[in-house]
């Protein structure tokens, strides 16, 4: 299977008033094309400072990462990053804010507008293009903020807590839609998250840190046997709290 992104010992040391802060120490891994990988561990472990370092909006202490084999030493359009907050422009149609992206890269064009809105009807939210992202529910918002990381067309998805600031109902349904669009399009995703059973429910692997200096612990393969893999329906597999016991053990002896 090719490897995506494989991260060569990985290692992020902060300065603070305190001193010398060791936030992350040695990690190695690789994410394979069509994964879905999800990162756990205590607070304060380094998770986000992980995701930020593999979008290159931070340069680690030691280390580097490599994206289809090429280095990456900045941000790219290669690479999608979806945080906590869905960060719509209220004062922009979704629509427009679907297409901020290409804005920003100077790259709309007829094409790109048709992509934009056969993404938006595929995914539920056509007639919604013309309305402001606080006339929408906080699901479909999430709906929006991905379609609109999808249309600069990365390789992989980062995602940062990406479903934490919806209330649980909701939730659960949203991690239900994300999965299927980003399975629907082909990605390969990395999501951080402190829900062990958000991880398990959509993960092909799970990778739990220690606490700080984050180290990686362990590496659970997540294998499931339910007859068609989503979120929901994982999460009634008979092996589902079999790897929530195993993965609340292990942050459980660093907490």
């Known amino acids: ?7 060569h010992s990985i290692s992020m040391k902060y300065q603070s008033l305190n001193g010398e802060i060791n936030a992350l120490e040695n990690i190695n891994f690789s994410v394979y094309d069509g994964e879905f990988v999800c990162i756990v561990g205590p607070s304060g472990c380094g998770k986000s400072t992980l995701l930020s370092i ?3 909006l931070l340069a680690p202490t030691s280390g580097y990462i490599l994206l289809n084999g ?3 030493t900045g941000t790219s359009k290669k690479i999608g990053y979806m945080l906590q907050k869905d960060h719509l422009f209220e004062w922009r149609t979704i629509l427009q804010n679907v297409l901020l992206g290409l804005e920003i890269q100077r790259s709309i064009t007829p094409q790109a507008k048709e992509r934009a809105e056969e993404l938006l009807r595929t995914y539920g939210l ?3 293009r013309d309305k402001y992202p606080n006339q929408l529910s906080g699901g ?4 929006a903020a991905l379609i609109r990381t999808l249309m600069t067309d990365p390789e992989i998805l980062l995602l940062d807590e990406a479903f934490s600031a919806l209330d649980y109902q909701t939730r659960l349904a949203v991690s239900d839609d994300i999965y299927a669009i980003i399975k629907k399009e082909g990605k390969t995703a990395i999501l951080v998250t402190h829900d062990i059973a958000e991880a398990i429910s959509m993960a092909n ?3 739990i840190l220690s606490k700080r200096p984050g180290t990686i612990k362990n590496i659970y393969e ?3 046997s339910c007859p068609e893999r989503t979120p929901l329906n994982s999460r009634e597999a008979p092996e589902f ?8 053990k292990e942050l459980d002896i660093h907490v």
Request: proline fraction near 0%; charge should be positive.
């Open 1 to 7: 299977m090719k490897s995506v992104v494989e991260l």
């Open 54 to 56: 593999m979008s290159g």
């Open 70 to 72: 090429e280095r990456i």
């Open 126 to 128: 056509i007639e919604f």
């Open 140 to 143: 479909m918002r999430q709906r």
């Open 205 to 207: 692997r799970v990778i």
């Open 222 to 224: 997540i294998n499931l």
């Open 241 to 248: 709290r079999h790897y929530f016991q195993s993965i609340w």
